[in-house]
């Protein structure tokens, strides 16, 4: 016991030992406890780039859709391909052949409906 506390009046000594415990408390203030923290701007960072990633994905997603609005716009047959494949609908004189595609995503029902 008698050489733990000549130990710690040896460190109570040292004249910059205060200096010392007052610059490690505001690191580690500065670093990881405060609000604006080291620590939270890193996070913060890292949820800046999901969410720029999710930015660019809704982009070129909006993008291939006003591309195909256009299309929809100009070419008459466009529409008629879309409802055909997606919608199953045909001409009065015509018969439709569902062939399964286990791959193929409708938006709209069940993938196996027909039409009538």
Known sequence: MKKV????????????????????????LVGFVDEDSIWHHIKNKQYINELQEEIDHYT????????????????????????????????????????SDDNQDFSLGKADETAE
């Open 60 to 99: 070129e997603l909006n993008r291939k859709n006003k591309e195909q609005i256009d299309m929809l716009n100009r070419d008459p047959k466009a529409i008629q391909k879309i409802a055909r494949e997606r919608y199953f609908m045909k001409a009065d004189d015509e018969d439709i052949f569902v062939l």
């Open 5 to 28: 506390k000549d130990i710690f009046l040896r460190i109570a000594h040292i004249k910059a030992l205060k200096y010392i415990v007052v610059t490690l408390l505001a690191v580690v």
